[in-house]
């Protein structure tokens, strides 16, 4: 695997770049045109593809997952060298309880049959995109779902 890859190794170069003034964003951008042009793919090709990904795989769930998967570390990284160790560690126990209130939606959402848990997907996503994708906006809560599964 390529040196860049490794998480330390990926923290401290991003940590170096946020100190020198770099953009994460623009670091990591840099560390994805490394990737690509080592796996002998054109750099503009393969971070234009990448922002397909979502609209091009959305039916292949075990992809998409995976893909989510590294988008989240690579805003983790992004996050852990832009922002100070309380900041870091306040975020980190948001996400926690965030992930802890979705877990608890999708326990809910399984006492419905799939045409129903369907449909209150759908209202979720729907709610996610007027939102402009706000985390906020990932959650219903029980009386929600019951309302939506009711109609």
């Given at each position: 695997m390529l040196d860049f890859m490794n998480q330390s190794s990926l923290g401290v170069?991003?940590?170096?770049?946020?100190?020198?003034?770099?953009?994460?964003?623009?670091?990591?951008?840099?560390?994805?045109?490394?990737?690509?042009?080592?796996?002998?793919?054109?750099?503009?090709?393969?971070?234009?593809?990448?922002?397909?990904?979502?609209?091009?795989?959305?039916?292949?769930?075990?992809?998409?997952?995976?893909?989510?998967?590294?988008?989240?570390?690579?805003?983790?990284?992004?996050?852990?060298?832009?922002?100070?160790?309380?900041?870091?560690?306040?975020?980190?126990h948001a996400q926690h309880k965030l992930q802890e209130q979705q877990l608890k939606m999708l326990i809910q959402m399984r006492k419905y049959n799939p045409e129903s848990q369907s449909v209150i997907l759908e209202t979720l996503r729907k709610q996610l995109e007027s939102a402009n994708f706000d985390t906020d906006a990932s959650i219903l809560t029980p009386e929600q779902i019951q309302e939506i599964v009711e109609n």
């Open positions: 170069r991003l940590e170096q770049m946020s100190l020198a003034r770099y953009e994460a964003v623009a670091v990591t951008t840099e560390i994805q045109e490394e990737i690509l042009r080592e796996m002998g793919i054109d750099p503009s090709f393969g971070i234009g593809c990448l922002g397909k990904v979502n609209v091009m795989y959305e039916d292949d769930m075990e992809l998409m997952v995976k893909f989510y998967q590294f988008v989240a570390k690579e805003e983790m990284a992004i996050d852990e060298a832009e922002l100070d160790p309380i900041e870091f560690a306040e975020k980190i």
